[in-house]
């Protein structure tokens, strides 16, 4: 499975549960201890045991849809990240939690200006393929001003996250430069 391997998805998913509490504050614009700043619409977090840093951002909008019609669907919280593990070698690793459980075997596009890339899912998160393609995405983002994810539902909903990356560079350079990148 190379990348996306056993390891990947043990180590993810602990940063993940971590990260889902302490950025449900940042939907909620309350002061969480692991919150080491914010950069306009992206937050800074870090984590001492294992040392974990990362940037993650909540949609500035969300569009559902059933059947080409706009419907309310019931979803978690739906975060953007970019995590740095110094310990297990993640250098800019890009997630994505849709609130759901995606369709199985299903990807996440994920879109910034005239770049597309396939976001490979598991359950309710969804990543890259391998660290060149988190590189090339981290790169987009640093370039663009927003970026939009479209995903598929275990249930047949179709999701339009859009993600402002206002404030993307500082907040991943920052969240490097304190895992030691």
């Known amino acids: 499975m190379g990348y996306w391997n056993a390891r990947r998805i ?14 449900h504050t940042v939907s909620a614009q309350e002061e969480s201890t692991n919150r080491v700043a914010t950069k306009a619409d992206w937050s ?3 984590e001492d045991d294992p040392t974990e840093c990362w940037g993650v951002s909540t949609p500035t909008k969300t569009v559902n849809t059933r059947d080409g019609r706009v419907v309310a669907v019931r979803r978690g919280d739906i975060l953007l990240f970019v995590f740095y593990r110094p310990g297990a070698g993640v250098k800019g690793q890009v997630t994505f939690t849709g609130g759901y459980p995606f369709a199985g075997g299903s990807t996440v596009t994920l879109e910034v200006g005239g770049s597309s890339f396939d976001l490979f899912t598991e359950g309710e998160w969804a990543w890259p393929k391998d660290s060149d393609e988190d590189a ?11 970026a939009v994810l479209t995903a598929r539902s275990s249930r047949g909903a179709r999701t339009v996250d859009t993600f402002s990356l206002i404030g993307f560079t500082a907040a991943v350079e920052d969240a490097q430069a304190r895992c030691g990148g």
Not at 136 to 146: P, V
Request: contains cysteine.
């Open 10 to 23: 043990a180590g993810f998913c602990a940063a993940g549960f971590i990260a889902l509490a302490a950025a």
């Open 44 to 46: 800074v977090f870090v």
């Open 136 to 146: 090339k995405i981290i790169a987009a983002m640093k370039r663009g001003a927003d």
